[in-house]
């Protein structure tokens, strides 16, 4: 079965830098979205996207958040200078399509962000 | 904006049947959507209700009231690998189309 794939698995990094996660949806699919859900609370829309422009993006998704799909098959999350509370599980999915009916949600694995 | 409610916990014992209730207030109601979540895992998907009524599948059933803003996840022939959080999502088509989840209830599955 087709599975969206994240790298990395685990990330950690110094508050204030930069970091990129990567994201491979399925090849087919046409929506993409990145979730995140801090230890122990409820998995949170940030953005999503269709068409190479944003679709809708949450309160969450601040100036500081930016994404981007650089050619045919990667989907990648910036976040320009982390924060401590951006630690959080960073989870990329896709969909066929977002308005037909049960259109469900196709999660990759998750990238873990650790900011120190 | 959107609201989703669901208990925090539940506790079942293995082979029993277990109702997990979700409410939701949403002005773009699009689709009610059922995630199963383990511990350091993604959601994968249970269950999808659009139309009143009850969706069964397997030891799974789902049902929605839309007047009522209500659904409930149904797990008949508990096991223990169904100790998991559930996770009620809506999908909202205002503004683009996004889903929305609720905390997740988290089911103990006891022998």
């Known amino acids: 079965e087709p599975e969206v794939t994240q790298t990395p698995s685990h990330q950690v990094t110094q508050m204030g830098q930069e970091v990129i996660l990567r994201c491979v949806p399925i090849s087919n699919h046409l929506y993409f979205y990145w979730y995140r859900q801090i230890l122990g609370q409820k998995v949170e829309f940030l953005v999503s996207f269709y068409n190479n422009e944003i679709s809708e993006k949450s309160e969450i998704f601040d100036d500081q958040f930016s994404v981007e799909r650089p050619d045919g098959s990667n989907f990648t999350l910036k976040i320009r200078s982390t924060k401590l509370e951006d630690s959080a599980m960073y989870f990329c999915?896709?969909?066929?399509?977002?308005?037909?009916?049960?259109?469900?949600?196709?999660f990759g694995s998750g990238t873990q962000l650790s900011v120190l | 904006g959107q609201n989703i409610d669901q208990p925090t916990e539940m506790t079942a014992t293995e082979g029993a049947i277990v109702q997990i209730n979700c409410t939701y207030q949403t002005s773009g109601f699009n689709g009610l959507f059922w995630y199963q979540q383990h511990a350091g895992e993604a959601p994968t998907f249970l269950s999808y209700?659009?139309?009143?009524g009850l969706e069964e599948k397997g030891r799974f059933s789902s049902f929605l009231s839309r007047s009522k803003g209500y659904s409930y996840l149904l797990l008949k022939e508990l096991q223990m690998k169904d100790s998991a959080s559930y996770l009620c999502a809506v999908r909202d088509r205002t503004g683009g189309f996004k889903t929305i989840f609720g905390a997740g209830t988290r089911l103990f599955v006891k022998a």
């Open positions: 209700n659009v139309l009143d």
């Open positions: 999915a896709s969909s066929p399509t977002a308005g037909a009916t049960n259109e469900k949600l196709f």
